[in-house]
């Protein structure tokens, strides 16, 4: 079944630690997307891409960084400098522009301690 | 940006009754989508609805791009219906979606 995998459910982190979270997609969809979401709030975008080789920063890019090698996979690296950086984060897909609208994952819980 | 509004923040049903959710946004949208998420994080496309009527089940969804605002109607509900309702919009540049903030739902058994 095609569908958007995100891994790992839950993970913790250290306080100065670089840690990176799994986006990986099989429904051929050109454009993915990453979301950062805190208790009891909506959705903020973090980075998006497009297309390979290409992404843009979203409304909460710094201490974040992306890539985008191939197309089924769009990882996100929580770097130190992120403040504040214990978060739900959901990744989604869609075709170009978002046509047909969204398809996420079931996310990544980051929790510093 | 665009602006996406949610009413009401908060509603509370028992099972059975019915609810109306509204979205309201503050500039022409090329797409519109409603969201459902679990009280365990998942989010499920419920509709993708840039303009008109669509239902499924007992859910509907109809948004009047015109006069910027869709709405999520849900009847009979059930417990399962619980969780929050996002409405999120794509700009006419057509690069993403903005999230509104959400309605929380709760249906009581």
């Known amino acids: 079944d095609g569908g958007i995998t995100q891994s790992p459910k839950y993970l913790f982190r250290k306080e100065g630690q670089n840690v990176t979270l799994s986006c990986e997609q099989n429904?051929?969809?050109?454009?993915m997307y990453w979301y950062r979401q805190d208790p009891g709030q909506g959705l903020r975008l973090i980075y998006y891409s497009q297309i390979v080789n290409d992404f843009q920063k979203g409304d909460i890019a710094e201490g974040y960084s992306v890539s985008r090698e191939k197309k089924e996979s769009f990882p996100l690296t929580v770097t130190s400098a992120q403040k504040n950086p214990t978060a739900f984060y959901l990744c989604?897909?869609?075709?170009?522009?978002?046509?047909?609208?969204?398809?996420f994952g079931s996310g990544t819980r980051l929790t510093v301690v | 940006g665009i602006q996406v509004e949610q009413s009401p923040p908060d509603l509370i049903l028992q099972e059975g009754a019915n609810s109306t959710l509204r979205c309201n946004f503050s500039d022409s949208v090329n797409n519109l989508q409603w969201f459902h998420q679990n009280p365990w994080g998942q989010l499920i496309n419920l509709f993708y609805?840039?303009?008109g009527t669509k239902q499924n089940g007992r859910l509907s969804a109809t948004t009047v791009a015109t006069e910027r605002y869709s709405l999520l109607y849900i009847s009979s509900s059930q417990t399962t219906d619980s969780g929050v309702y996002f409405c999120a919009v794509e700009n006419n540049y057509g690069q993403n979606f903005v999230f509104g903030p959400g309605t929380r739902l709760s249906v009581l058994p």
């Open positions: 609805i840039p303009s």
């Open positions: 989604a897909s869609s075709y170009p522009g978002g046509s047909g609208g969204y398809t």
């Open positions: 429904l051929n969809h050109d454009a």
